[in-house]
């Protein structure tokens, strides 16, 4: 969509096509792409850069980046956004593939994975309820010989879309895609197209949940391929309008993620059956704060600098990426570390820094490590002192304005 367009037509709700959408947060200049892998600093510093403008439609309660171009999206080859290599994600894997499983009455049925990314869950739903899946997405790499996958599972490199509506399935599950999606109502009536005429399927969706991020004021979880973000009213909304019918919405993984169940509705839902609060007040919180929050970071890292101090981030991925794109932090950042191994030797893109494992930290000695997800702090304080470390390690939300500076 070229500026110009964007102007005219970019606040009308993407979620809803009713509401109209008003900015409240920008971010200028960051990479398309956050989790794709770079052998070369110089050139993940020079990956494209685009805008990130978010608007909050007052109808619907849905997030957007009004300036998002799926154009600079490429996935594929090179992407890597598996969490598997972390226990503490693996635990809460297996727990919501267990639960996905009773809630649903999930054995020996089919399903099928939306945006399955390499195949984890699909194969957990597989392998626990003795189940057949079927697994469709793009970046699936089935030379991946790290991950492994349920002999139930068979995938599809490609996007689900009609051209699959001949495959049945008792469950249709959808983890971790919705926020990539820009036009997220269009894409919802494509896959109710697809699914068709299914009357006894049922849906499990999981997004990561808007309200976590306006709460937290979690300014390092707004990155360019997220150019959606979901509000349980905004979720539920959605899924009435392509005619499911909403069962249960409710966050999970410390509040981090939503997940709605739903089952296809016969006749088109007007009204949404149960309403649920707009998050009009979250916003302007987020508004009132971000700033003075990403302020407290760039001081201290830009003391670390001038201390001659080191510091690293704990977590390769999306959220430092955007952590480091959007706040000043100086020379102050040695690294990221990452316990994937397929990231090691690689670059960020947009800053350059270097992606290592924990067991060059060692070498690194760095004196403050800044967790990026905090749900992770007491595996990353093990991993410390079983290598001798005892830096100062600070979750990202340290810095987070307390309610008495919210409120002068
Ligand atoms: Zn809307």
Redesign the pocket.
């Known amino acids: 969509m070229s500026t110009e367009q964007n102007n005219q037509t970019g606040l009308v ?1 993407p ?2 096509a ?2 109209i959408g008003s900015v409240f947060y920008e971010v200028p200049s960051v990479p398309t792409h956050s989790v794709l892998l770079f052998d070369e600093s110089d050139k993940a510093k020079a990956f494209q850069k685009g805008n990130i403008t978010l608007a909050h ?1 007052t ?4 997030i957007w980046n009004t300036q998002f171009d799926p154009h600079l999206e490429a996935y594929g080859a090179g992407y890597e956004a598996t969490q598997a290599y972390s226990e503490t994600f693996n635990t809460f894997h297996h727990k919501l593939a267990q639960h996905v499983i009773d809630r649903f009455g999930l054995k020996k049925k089919r399903v099928i994975e939306i945006g399955c990314g390499q195949g984890e869950f699909l194969s957990l739903l597989c392998d626990l309820g003795g189940n057949e899946g079927l697994g469709f997405d793009p970046a699936y790499d089935p030379s991946r010989a790290d991950v492994e996958r349920s002999t139930g599972a068979s995938f599809v490199a490609d996007f689900y879309s009609d051209a699959y509506q001949t495959e049945q399935a008792d469950l249709f599950c959808c983890k971790m895609t919705l926020e990539h999606i820009p036009n997220t109502l269009s894409f919802m009536h494509g896959i109710r197209r697809a699914i068709g005429e299914k009357q006894n399927a049922s849906l499990f969706f999981m997004i990561p949940n808007a309200d976590y991020i306006l709460d937290e004021k979690a300014f390092w979880d707004v990155y360019y391929e997220h150019c959606s973000y979901f509000t349980p009213a ?1 979720l539920r ?1 959605l899924l009435s309008l392509a005619q499911f019918d909403v069962t249960d919405i409710y966050p999970v993984y410390d509040d981090q993620y939503l997940v709605a169940e739903a089952d296809i509705a016969g006749e088109p839902t007007v009204a949404p059956s149960k309403q649920e609060p707009l998050s009009t007040h979250r916003i302007q919180s987020f508004r009132n704060t971000v700033a003075q929050f990403r302020d407290a970071w760039s001081n201290r890292l830009n003391a670390v600098a001038n201390k001659k101090q080191k510091a690293v981030l704990w977590g390769g991925g999306s959220k430092a990426v955007s952590f480091l794109t959007t706040i000043e932090t100086g020379a102050s950042i040695e690294a990221a570390v990452d316990i994937n191994p397929h990231k090691w030797n690689t670059f960020l893109p947009g800053t350059g820094h270097p992606v290592v494992g924990p067991d060059t930290l060692v070498a690194l000695n760095p004196d403050l490590v800044i967790v990026m997800n905090p749900v992770y702090t007491d595996e990353i304080q093990s991993t410390l002192s079983e290598r001798g470390l005892s830096p100062e390690v600070l979750p990202i939300t340290h810095y987070m304005p307390s309610e008495e500076a919210l409120a002068s």
């Open positions: 709700c979620n809803c009713d509401g439609c109808s619907c309660d849905f905004a909304r």
